[in-house]
């Protein structure tokens, strides 16, 4: 497929998604179903896509794009539950998808099957994130869905490249899984870190929002690919940036987050988009590949392909619930212990769990996080990725019918996952009043502390004005900001019969008005990020509250320049 093509199918992908928001539909699952039926459609030619373009192009920015809107407070808040699903759900997905396939594909070794695990093993970070989103997941929830899924990539694209250069002879940097493991997590976190301090550091000497953007568009590639280059994980880098940058982003100016943001909003429409046109319009060819080409026998191969599935869809429920109950248990036995060594055990053993909504609705919260594992794009990439020949020149062994079973799991938990999902949230009604109500109360402490810091702020311009500045002016301004009630012509001159007069004192005014009102909205930004970081205050708040003194800094900043 050509370049025009390509651009047909980008369009014809977001014309969908805009169709099917308009609609209430789920736009994912849309444009998917719409693909995979155009995937039939006479003459369509092929969308191929070499593996290092989707892991290299795509996931790079979608990853970085949702890092940087992402609480670094609540991802340490929820490590353990993330660390259980993106990391040990992902391996032990991995193994019991590897020993089903090994038994039930003839041809594969337990080393292809394992590499088919891998392949399989990772939820998907667009899909977590565009599917819940669009329905309305509680905050809790997708906190943990979206932290699993920023991780699970690399620790899957490690056992992946572990596995291949099992079965095909071939070399990694680190000859022992385990330590290659955390040589890979080592180099992409120093990697991502450094180049976000760095990228944060070029940002103070730059002082334009436009150049300023362009580079945070830079950052996620430059992450990725330095990484890789090093033989880390990629991903790591690009999420770690993505992190650091997010949550320093209250040092740049306005207009830059202003910016960015609606630059990132709308590279992820696009991708998204892409990312569900490109699987489904795979469908086709995926089955001539493994049925035509290599004539596979069907009905052995659709059989192993949907035991992969049950196996996936399987395993995160009955990790989850036994986890749960693992843990109640052994809370329950602590309780019969004496309480100082209860005490210290129990602090030493204590698991962060979801708890969303009241303590009864756990099983309701672990219910949806177990039907949450819809896969995606880095399953297909990953599988297009698995090499043809082994070093000694033998053909992979189960390739194809590898590739098409990553594809039956990909499509099937989207669909089937992915369509009951809003039925089983508003079954589940796991809405919680608690977590509304804090964050109400979050939200009304934070308008108190930003009320507070504006005040004083006004207290310290008037106590101390800048040169230049006429403090009688300052103090008219101050009460207008406070009773909002004199007009603007109100603290004009009323000598009208000096126009030059009366221009001057307007602009005097105007610059009064801009310093006064900057100097509180500063004073409230500071205010609310030190809170933030005393742990008063939720960073899912501070980043709305942030957003919305952004707006007012910049239509005070517009007004102003109209009016000089």
């Known amino acids: 497929m050509n370049g025009v093509q390509l651009l047909l199918v980008v369009i014809a992908a977001i014309t969908v998604t805009g169709l099917a928001h308009r609609k209430g539909l789920q736009a994912p699952l849309v444009v998917l179903v719409i693909g995979l039926a155009a995937s039939f459609i006479p003459g369509m030619p092929q969308l191929e896509l070499e593996p290092h373009f989707i892991l290299g192009i795509v996931l790079p920015p979608l990853l970085y794009s949702t890092a940087l809107d992402f609480s670094v407070p609540s991802f340490v808040r929820n490590i353990q539950p993330i660390l259980r699903?993106?990391?040990?759900?992902?391996?032990?997905?991995?193994?019991?998808?590897?020993?089903?396939?090994?038994?039930?594909v003839p041809e594969m070794t337990f080393g292809a099957a394992l590499v088919l695990g891998a392949v399989v093993g990772p939820p998907d970070a667009v899909t977590a994130v565009a599917i819940g989103?669009?329905?309305?997941?509680?905050?809790?929830?997708?906190?943990?869905?979206?932290?699993?899924?920023?991780?699970?990539?690399?620790?899957?694209?490690?056992?992946?490249?572990?596995?291949?250069?099992?079965?095909?002879?071939?070399?990694?940097?680190?000859?022992?899984?385990?330590?290659?493991?955390?040589?890979?997590?080592?180099v992409g976190l120093v990697v991502g870190i450094v180049l976000a301090v760095l990228v944060l550091w070029i940002r103070t000497h730059l002082h334009d929002?436009?150049?300023?953007?362009?580079?945070?568009?830079?950052?996620p590639f430059a992450a990725y690919l330095l990484a890789e280059e090093l033989h880390g994980s990629g991903v790591l880098a690009v999420v770690m940036a993505g992190f650091w940058i997010g949550h320093n982003s209250a040092t740049s100016g306005f207009a830059v987050r202003l910016q960015e943001r609606q630059v990132w909003r709308s590279i992820d429409i696009l991708l998204e988009a892409f990312v569900f046109a490109y699987m489904g319009l795979q469908m086709k060819f995926i089955i001539d590949d493994v049925f035509h080409e290599h004539h596979e026998p069907v009905g052995e191969v659709l059989l192993a392909s949907l035991l992969v599935l049950l196996t996936v869809m399987a395993v995160r429920p009955v990790w989850i619930f036994a986890f749960a109950s693992g843990k109640r248990l052994i809370r329950q036995?602590?309780?019969?212990?004496?309480?100082?060594?209860?005490?210290?055990?129990?602090?030493?053993?204590?698991?962060v769990t979801d708890k969303v909504g009241a303590k009864g609705a756990h099983w309701q919260t672990n219910a949806l996080l177990s039907w949450t594992g819809m896969r995606g794009v880095v399953t297909l990439a990953a599988a297009?990725?698995?090499?043809?020949?082994?070093?000694?020149?033998?053909?992979?062994?189960?390739?194809?019918?590898?590739?098409?079973?990553?594809?039956?799991?990909?499509?099937?938990?989207?669909?089937?996952?992915?369509?009951?999902?809003?039925?089983?949230?508003?079954?589940?009604?796991?809405?919680?009043d608690v977590e509304h109500n804090k964050e109400m109360q979050e939200r009304k402490y934070a308008r108190d502390v930003a009320r507070a810091a504006s005040r004083q702020a006004v207290r310290d311009t008037l106590a101390d004005p800048p040169d230049g500045c006429d403090p009688a002016l300052l103090e008219g301004v101050a009460e207008r900001f406070r009773h909002a009630q004199e007009t603007r012509e109100d603290l004009l001159p009323d000598d009208e019969d000096d126009p030059a007069q009366r221009e001057l004192a307007r602009k005097d005014l105007t610059r009064a008005v801009r310093?006064?009102?900057?100097?509180?909205?500063?004073?409230?930004?500071?205010?609310?990020?030190?809170?933030?970081?005393?742990?008063?205050?939720?960073?899912?708040?501070?980043?709305d509250l942030l957003e919305q003194l952004d707006y007012e800094e910049a239509a005070t900043a517009t007004s102003s320049a109209a009016r000089l």
């Not at 300023?212 to 830079?218: A, D, R, S, W, Y």
């Not at 036995?333 to 698991?351: D, M, W, Y």
């Not at 938990?413 to 919680?432: A, C, E, N």
């Open 85 to 104: 699903l993106g990391v040990a759900l992902v391996l032990i997905t991995a193994f019991a998808v590897a020993g089903v396939a090994y038994y039930a």
């Open 133 to 186: 989103r669009a329905l309305g997941v509680p905050p809790r929830v997708m906190t943990i869905l979206t932290g699993e899924s920023l991780i699970n990539d690399a620790a899957a694209l490690t056992l992946f490249s572990v596995g291949v250069a099992g079965v095909t002879g071939s070399h990694t940097v680190v000859s022992n899984p385990l330590l290659f493991f955390v040589y890979t997590s080592a």
């Open 209 to 219: 929002p436009g150049l300023e953007t362009v580079l945070g568009l830079v950052v």
């Open 333 to 351: 036995s602590l309780r019969t212990t004496p309480a100082p060594q209860n005490e210290h055990i129990a602090s030493g053993l204590k698991v």
């Open 384 to 432: 297009a990725g698995v090499p043809l020949y082994t070093e000694a020149g033998e053909p992979f062994p189960g390739r194809s019918v590898l590739q098409f079973a990553a594809f039956v799991v990909a499509v099937g938990t989207l669909l089937i996952q992915g369509l009951t999902l809003p039925y089983l949230v508003k079954r589940l009604d796991i809405s919680s």
């Open 515 to 543: 310093l006064l009102r900057q100097r509180m909205l500063t004073a409230q930004r500071q205010a609310l990020i030190a809170e933030r970081d005393a742990g008063n205050l939720d960073d899912e708040v501070l980043r």
